[in-house]
């Protein structure tokens, strides 16, 4: 589901199919790329959703789980037609309920399966108004904002090191080798319940977003996100582009980048 054309101007309208554009690469080390993504987007409707999962790295499974993820909540997206709501309420309360529904389908198959390391995926999932823009997440998979050319992220990572990082314990550069550094502290599957953070932030035009796995954060600082962002003509050029900058860098995770242009 990737795609490109020329750009809109963007805010106070729906977002078209050609407006986001999302790719994924194994990366140069990982026998299995264990990360998924999703979007529904059509100019005739007032919401967009977008999301990208990345099954917990080292458990079984994680395919799986980040797959099983997206599905869950593209199916009830569609089914109980969000793409026609803009009211922030209860896009929220949708948002939490289908990644609840997820987190119930993926932890029953652990349960079924008797799976001892319980596969589980994290979770950034976006949903855009012609005002407005819903980012859910748990895990350390981000999104981003480029606005007037300064890049901001709009998720904290729920992990062992961002705790650490938000303490002032140890810096972001510190955390790019430390030893525990593959810990999250909230995902989808391997418990019975999922703890979701939603925040609601103003859509403007021209404003453009990134949703990515950690395989892009890992590698890519923020500032060169920022640059890649900001010199890319449409969002097939911005994911091209941060893709290869993640491989240059190592390219050690799969690596997933969801852009859009709104």
């Not at 690469?25 to 026998?31: A, F, T, V, Y």
């Not at 990360?35 to 790295?57: C, F, K, N, Q, R």
């Not at 980040?66 to 089914?79: F, G, H, K, V, Y």
């Not at 990082?165 to 525990?180: D, G, M, Q, V, Y």
Request: hydrophobic fraction near 35%.
């Amino acid at each position: 589901m990737t795609s490109s054309r020329k750009r809109r101007n963007g805010g106070g309208q729906g977002i078209g199919p050609y407006d986001v554009v999302a790719d994924s690469h194994i990366g140069l080390i990982r026998d299995c790329n264990e990360d998924s993504y999703m979007y529904w987007a059509e100019e005739s409707h007032p919401s967009t959703l977008v999301a990208v999962a990345d099954g917990i790295g080292g458990h079984e499974c994680g395919d799986v789980a980040s797959a099983l993820c997206m599905r869950r909540i593209l199916t009830d997206w569609r089914r109980e037609r969000m793409y026609d709501v803009t009211a922030k309420p209860r896009l929220s309360a949708f948002l939490e309920d289908s990644v609840q529904r997820a987190n119930e389908a993926i932890f029953s198959l652990n349960r079924e399966y008797n799976i001892q390391h319980p596969m589980g995926t994290t979770l950034v999932a976006g949903v855009f108004t012609t005002d407005h823009v819903l980012v859910a997440h748990a895990g350390d998979s981000r999104c981003y904002r480029l606005r007037n050319g300064v890049i901001k992220r709009l998720t904290q990572d729920h992990s062992f090191v961002g705790e650490l990082i938000r303490k002032k314990i140890i810096s972001p550069a510190e955390a790019r080798n430390h030893p525990f550094a593959h810990i999250i502290s909230r995902s989808v599957g391997p418990t019975a319940t999922v703890e979701l953070e939603v925040n609601i932030f103003e859509r403007r035009p021209r404003d453009r977003y990134v949703l990515c796995s950690d395989g892009l954060c890992t590698h890519v600082e923020d500032i060169e996100i920022e640059t890649i962002l900001y010199d890319a003509t449409n969002p097939y050029e911005a994911v091209k582009n941060l893709l290869y900058a993640s491989l240059r860098g190592g390219g050690e995770d799969n690596i997933t980048v969801l852009c859009v242009f709104a």
